[in-house]
């Protein structure tokens, strides 16, 4: 009892030395918690300022409930507080690394709440003066930085990606640019470079995420492909130096990543049925769950269990081709509706005659199977002589870049002085 007394007359005698000689209060012990003044804004509705005790950590191993209340904060209160947080947050999903800050007054009511559930998620709520809480999102701001650099094949796309020291969802970003003209299971070659322009974005110097690609060039021995980033006044799209549109009809395989197990055969001898039989499409071994996405827009007229096929998907596209997703674990669509391109339409499974995880490919021609590469990969529309114009002149620096990149001179302009193709 004494001891608290000595310490709440320590904390008086600072704040009257403060008051004295104009010394700023901008945090203060008391006992082991802080003190510190909110902000003296008056937003219309909220209640009066005044000095509070602030708490904070980790949820860990308690409930919000259970934490507030260890503060003696009234149990009507931590309701209100919860109820005011259902338009944003259900406390019902805190997790233990949840991040939590309290301002509480002299009689443990809160004052202001924040609530930190991941680097892109906070929230805020302040007492008003009919004493409910007002709550709303916090507006996060991250720094953007503009990076180029070029992968190098040995093994595999994941494998440059990796050995580069970058996130695996830069492999994704990248394979998703190209899955129209590079099939990454079969086409690159030890060897290969792909040179990227793209976006990171950072918080208190922790990268936090990738944003856009805003050009990439794949140098293969082969062949190689362009991609830049530009508005057509309507949508974003990538294009060839020459405004094509890199974006067609069918992309080439449905799964990401994975292995292709068996190709397109009028004589393949089959693992499960021991014998020889024509093998009327592509199988892709990835593993079970894997998302499978509809190759082309269209509509679904079969979703079901199909002999041999298991579990399958049939898609209608124009000009009588239909695409099979077979073996499948689970069905993500049914009969009648309508897909996009890219759109997950089931998961990898292993039903039907197979013998492990895979997706069977396959597609059809007015009811008769043809190799799925042999599809006609037609393009969109071009762009017209205005739009082409507009193009080339925000993607000239872009296209030296990517030039530079290429020919070894890694010195890269400062952040900040590519053209922006589009709004994030």
């Known amino acids: 009892m004494h001891h608290e007394k000595r310490s709440q007359a320590r904390h008086l005698l600072k704040i009257f030395l403060a008051v004295i000689f104009f010394i700023p209060i901008t945090c203060m012990a008391v006992g082991n918690k802080s003190v510190v003044p909110v902000d003296d804004d008056k937003a219309a509705g909220l209640a009066d300022p005044a000095p509070t005790n602030v708490v904070e950590g980790r ?3 308690r409930t919000l409930y259970d934490t507030l209340a260890a503060l003696d904060v009234p149990p009507a209160e931590i309701l209100s507080l919860s109820k005011s947080f259902q338009p944003v947050f259900d406390f019902r999903r805190a997790k233990p690394s949840h991040y939590f800050q309290a301002c509480l007054d002299d009689e443990h009511s809160i004052q202001r709440f924040v609530y930190k559930t991941g680097q892109l998620n906070e929230y805020e709520a302040v007492r008003k003066e009919d004493g409910q809480f007002e709550v709303k999102t916090r507006h996060i701001v991250l720094d953007r930085k503009i990076v180029s650099k070029v992968f190098t094949i040995g093994s595999s796309l994941s494998q440059a990606i990796s050995e580069s020291g970058e996130n695996q969802q830069m492999a994704v970003l990248i394979a998703d640019i ?4 590079v099939d990454f299971y079969l086409y690159p070659k030890k060897g290969d470079r792909i040179a990227v322009v793209y976006e990171s974005y950072y918080k208190d110097g922790a990268f936090i995420k990738y944003g856009r690609i805003l050009a990439a060039r794949y140098a293969g021995r082969q062949k190689t492909f362009s991609a830049y ?8 799209g990538y294009y060839d130096e020459s405004g094509q549109p890199l974006k067609k009809m069918f992309l080439r395989i449905p799964v990401k990543f994975g292995k292709m ?9 089959h693992p499960v049925l021991k014998k020889y039989r024509v093998h009327t499409g592509i199988d892709y071994g990835a593993p079970m769950g894997t998302p499978i996405f509809a190759t082309a827009n269209g509509q679904v007229i079969f979703s079901g269990w199909k002999t041999g096929y298991g579990k399958v998907l049939i898609v209608k596209h124009p000009n009588g081709y239909q695409t099979y997703y077979g073996h499948c674990s689970r069905l993500l669509k049914k009969k009648g509706a309508l897909v996009e391109q890219g759109q997950t339409i089931a998961l990898v499974g292993q039903t039907g005659i197979c013998t492990g995880p895979h997706v069977h490919y396959e597609v059809r021609v007015n009811g008769k199977p043809i190799n799925p590469n042999s599809v006609k990969k037609s393009r969109g529309k071009a762009l017209d002589a205005k739009l082409l114009d507009s193009f080339k002149n925000e993607t000239r620096d872009l296209v030296a870049a990517v030039d530079r990149l290429l020919a070894g001179q890694l010195a890269l302009k400062r952040d900040g002085e590519f053209p922006d193709p589009a709004p994030q």
């Open 59 to 61: 949820l860990q191993s």
């Open 178 to 181: 190209f899955a129209w003209d």
């Open 229 to 236: 980033l530009f508005n057509d006044g309507h949508f974003d």
């Open 261 to 269: 197990t068996s190709p397109f055969s009028i004589r393949r001898f």
